[in-house]
């Protein structure tokens, strides 16, 4: 949930289809800026989230894929630059976590 001093919080599960099923990380906060931080996490656990908070702080923006221009090759990808300032920002990052870290953030409820 947004918190107007604070911005998002999300509880991290590393998504796991192979093994044991989901596993719990534990907590992520995304800044007003649109900087990731742990909040809350194991000392293993803790590991694996600074290396996804990492990647996300050292990316300028995100990028969303886009229809790809009519006249595009039939393989042809599209993408558009999502800013940390843009709403579309918390979609995109969430898409960019599960997508390149097997990470699904979900928002947290009481924060």
């Known amino acids: 949930m947004a918190n107007s001093e604070t911005g998002i919080e999300f509880d991290a599960v590393l998504v796991d289809e192979?093994?044991?099923?989901?596993?719990p990380l534990?907590?992520?906060?995304?800044?007003?800026?649109?900087?990731?931080?742990?909040v809350q996490a194991g000392s293993r656990e803790r590991a694996v989230l600074e290396t996804v908070v990492a990647s996300v702080n050292a990316k300028p923006c995100m990028h969303v894929r886009t229809p790809s221009a009519p006249n595009a090759g039939a393989s042809s990808v599209?993408?558009?630059?999502?800013?940390?300032?843009?709403?579309?920002f918390v979609g995109a990052l969430v898409d960019y976590v599960a997508r390149y870290h097997d990470l699904r953030l979900t928002l947290r409820a009481d924060a």
């Open 18 to 23: 192979d093994h044991d099923g989901d596993v």
């Open 26 to 38: 534990g907590r992520v906060a995304l800044s007003l800026d649109g900087m990731l931080s742990v």
């Open 78 to 88: 599209s993408s558009r630059p999502v800013q940390r300032s843009e709403p579309a």
